[in-house]
């Protein structure tokens, strides 16, 4: 059974917001304009449909209309597990640079490695890892 993918409706920054998960996560961007659409209900160059495929896949667009973008509570992108430890690290550092480290990625009691950072575009991730840290 497949996973649920989020699809993020962003206010005019979908396309630097799926570039910099891009950057993050790697895999391959299409991203699609209101005019390659055929939709006059933005700016042409509004982003229509964004996919992010990969080790972590994304969907994305801009809002148009009464759309209202994202503003997320109660919620976290989990990604326990998802990948190696230093990976993940890496992932954390990378969501971290422009947003803010909520839960510092850190050893817990119970053996596993994990940590929250809300990004610059107002997501929240949960990072983790079996076993020890890998960090200092």
Known sequence: MPAPTPYLLFDRVAAEA?????GVFGGELV???????????????????????G???????????????IRIEGV??????SATPDVLEGWFAALSDGGHVLDALQERPWGDV?????????????LGHEGGATHP
């Not at 976290?76 to 597990?81: E, I, N």
């Open 55 to 69: 080790a972590v896949d994304l969907f994305g667009a801009d809002v148009s209309g009464d759309e209202r973008p």
């Open 114 to 126: 994990d940590g929250t950072v809300r990004d610059r575009f107002g997501v929240t991730w949960l």
């Open 76 to 81: 976290m992108l989990s990604l326990l597990g």
């Open 18 to 22: 799926l570039r910099f998960y891009q």
């Open 31 to 53: 991203l699609d304009t209101f005019a390659e659409f055929g939709r006059e209900d933005g700016p042409e160059d509004a982003i229509a449909h964004g996919v992010l495929s």
